[in-house]
């Protein structure tokens, strides 16, 4: 019995965070009909930038970053974050939250594909 129990946990955490993220869609749909989609992305963002700023404030995981990385950071976090959201959230304002998690569990597979072979 003690075996199993920490595939349990395992599998409870896994269900907890699919149900979390099956959520998040029909959340920001039903967000979108109150507020506009620039401030929804602009919010959520900001919430997220602080829980891990503070996270990583706790755990004492800062890394110094040469200026290079820097902006090379900045640059990925403008386009994979921030336009991401903008469009997630411009794409619900048009379309039904369960079109927006089909397109949005593809973004893996389309970037795979569109990576050249090695």
């Given at each position: 019995m003690k075996e199993g129990f920490p595939l349990v946990r395992s599998y409870t955490i896994l269900l907890f965070c699919v149900?979390?993220?099956?959520?998040?869609?029909?959340?920001?749909?039903?967000?979108?009909?109150?507020f506009p989609p620039l401030f929804l992305s602009?919010?959520?963002?900001?919430?997220i930038s602080v829980f891990?700023?503070?996270?990583?404030?706790?755990?004492?995981?800062?890394?110094?970053?040469?200026?290079?990385?820097?902006?090379?950071?900045c640059l990925a976090g403008l386009i994979g974050l921030v336009a991401n959201q903008i469009f997630l959230f411009s794409g619900l304002k048009y379309s039904t939250?369960?079109?927006?998690?089909?397109?949005?569990?593809?973004?893996?597979?389309?970037?795979?594909?569109?990576?050249?072979p090695y």
């Open positions: 149900l979390i993220w099956a959520g998040n869609y029909l959340a920001r749909q039903f967000l979108l009909s109150e602009a919010f959520s963002l900001t919430v891990f700023f503070i996270m990583a404030f706790v755990t004492k995981s800062f890394v110094r970053l040469q200026r290079k990385e820097i902006v090379i950071l939250a369960t079109n927006a998690s089909l397109i949005f569990s593809l973004a893996p597979l389309i970037t795979a594909l569109l990576l050249p």
